[in-house]
């Protein structure tokens, strides 16, 4: 059984609570800003969060619901503008203090450091957001603390592609297989399992009730789980309810949750 040799943290979702009350309202501040009457509510965010990517997400909605808008041949540039501004307003929340981090994400932090567990960051989200993130809620050397943050355009697709999972792998130099990946969306757990790494998921406010098929366990929070706990999780060897073990001897099925007939 390979041993944890490192947690791959998701940031939005997954170390804080970031999307409703901080990415929704900075954009919806650029947008007010650029005279568009553009305005992502609650219900229509949760929807746009299919999209990963804010310049991506941006691009989605307008080629939908503003047409003539994405049609302008300098629509790449407004694109642009527009998150420049929408990053600008979410940092200013960030180092408001606005986005605190979940329950338990800095203790598990200071848990792994403690006891030589590598830490790295792979997220959709942009470079920037992430170290302020982390030196709001984590002090101003954190960001130091992971030996590697995968972030953004460093990879030409964004998650649910694998490619920022397997661009953070190459530079820890470590098999997929000794790696626990810490994620909240259904999109961040297709990445991971698309690049080889186990995944936990946290659900967070937007993906609770997604499909999480192919994770090591799913819980609501970790304000209660120990590295330990991670160490275990990762280490589960899941036996799908079909395998004939399980036919012969119905009650293991039970206690690993899968019904029999
Ligand atoms: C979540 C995302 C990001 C944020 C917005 O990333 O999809 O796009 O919603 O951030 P993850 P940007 O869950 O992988 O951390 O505007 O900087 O993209
Ligand atoms: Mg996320």
């Known amino acids: 059984m390979n041993r944890l040799h490192a947690l791959i943290f998701d940031v939005d979702g997954t170390l804080a609570e970031t999307e ?58 407004l694109v642009r ?9 979410y940092l200013r929340l960030v180092d408001q203090g606005c986005l605190p981090l979940r329950p338990g994400i800095a203790r598990l932090i200071d848990e792994a450091r403690q006891a030589g567990i590598r830490l790295a960051i792979a997220t959709t989200t942009s470079p920037a957001n992430v170290e302020a993130l982390l030196r709001a809620s984590l002090g101003p050397d954190a960001a130091s603390w992971f030996e590697v943050i995968g972030a953004g355009d460093v990879v030409p697709a964004k998650k649910p592609a694998p490619d920022i999972y397997r661009w953070v792998l190459d530079r820890l130099e470590l098999p997929a297989a000794a790696c626990l990946a810490i994620e909240d969306s259904e999109n961040g757990l297709k990445a991971a399992l698309t690049a080889g790494v186990p995944c936990l998921v946290t659900t967070s406010e937007y993906t609770e009730g997604q499909d999480f098929t192919g994770a090591k366990e799913v819980v ?25 073990q399980y036919q012969k001897t119905p009650v293991l099925a039970r206690q690993a949750g899968h019904d029999t007939p």
Do not use: C, M
């Open 220 to 244: 609501n929070d970790l304000g209660r789980a120990s590295l330990a706990d991670l160490v275990a999780i990762h280490g589960l060897i899941r036996i799908p309810a079909e395998h004939p």
């Open 20 to 77: 409703r009350d901080g990415h929704r309202p900075a954009f919806n501040a650029a947008f007010a800003e650029a005279g568009l009457d553009w305005n992502w509510d609650e219900a229509l965010y949760g929807d746009l969060l299919d999209i990963t990517g804010g310049k991506e997400r941006i691009s989605h909605f307008a080629a939908r619901h503003a047409p003539d808008i994405a049609g302008d041949p300098d629509f790449a540039v």
């Open 81 to 89: 503008q527009l998150h420049r501004a929408k990053t600008a307003h």
